[in-house]
């Protein structure tokens, strides 16, 4: 069985402020894929990023980056200097062997002005 | 622009009525899936299909089933809708994993919110 844990169920942020979103994943496979979803609140989920389990090297696009560790299984998610339109419910999913994705309960990102 | 299209945005059904949702994929995908989504709940798979014709239950399939008679269509039927259908309702789709370039990235559309009263 797979699963995904976000216990950050909310976070508030002033403007400018980083922020890290945790994600911690379960899987017995040895090859999997983690993705990042944003749902701003127009509903529609936004693909942010796929990794898979060989590629540990941490990936920056712009003002987010994120930090893969096998050894912690986590897949942690930081939005650098946030903005307003950075409020969203941010989504980490996993997906390993013949399953289909399986999804943490989103972290909810309030970004006030 | 790659696009998943639902039907309806605001759906508002009275207890034991049929509800059919609607989705439709441009992207020639041969994976559909759908999901609800309750708060602090997350997102729930209903039901998917691989290909025209097939389907698979997900993790909440009871009061739900679908359709695929078309690749691009996949509908979500509920067969006697009752108050805790109440959701959002999303609509993905994909190409299957290959393990190469970007596959497995899931399209959502922009989700239908059904009222059950």
């Known amino acids: 069985a797979q699963k995904v844990t976000q216990a950050q169920t909310e976070i508030s942020v002033v403007e400018k402020e980083d922020v890290t979103l945790d994600c911690v994943y379960e899987t017995r496979d040895t090859t999997y894929y983690l993705f990042w979803y944003k749902q701003p609140p127009s509903g529609e989920l936004v693909f942010l990023i796929r990794r898979n389990s060989f590629d540990e090297q941490n990936e920056i696009s712009g003002r987010y980056s994120w930090n893969f560790q096998k050894s912690t299984s986590s897949f942690n998610f930081t939005i650098t200097a946030s903005q307003v339109v950075d409020s969203a419910v941010y989504f980490c999913?996993?997906?390993?062997?013949?399953?289909?994705?399986?999804f943490g309960k989103g972290t909810m990102l309030l970004v006030s002005p | 622009d790659v696009k998943v299209t639902q039907s309806s945005r605001y759906l508002v059904k009275r207890t034991g009525e049929k509800v059919f949702l609607e989705c439709v994929q441009d992207m020639d995908h041969e994976n559909m899936f759908w999901y609800r989504q309750d708060p602090g709940l997350g997102l729930r798979l209903i039901y998917f299909s691989y290909d025209v014709k097939m389907k698979e239950k997900g993790d909440i399939p009871e009061g739900y089933s679908v359709s695929r008679e078309k690749k691009e269509r996949f509908s979500l039927i509920l067969e006697s809708a009752s108050t805790n259908q109440t959701s959002m309702y999303l609509c993905?789709?994909?190409?299957?994993?290959?393990?190469?370039?970007?596959?497995?990235?899931?399209?959502f559309g922009e989700g239908s919110r059904l009222t059950v009263l």
């Open positions: 999913a996993l997906h390993s062997g013949y399953s289909t994705l399986t």
């Open positions: 993905a789709s994909r190409n299957p994993f290959s393990g190469t370039g970007s596959d497995g990235e899931l399209f």
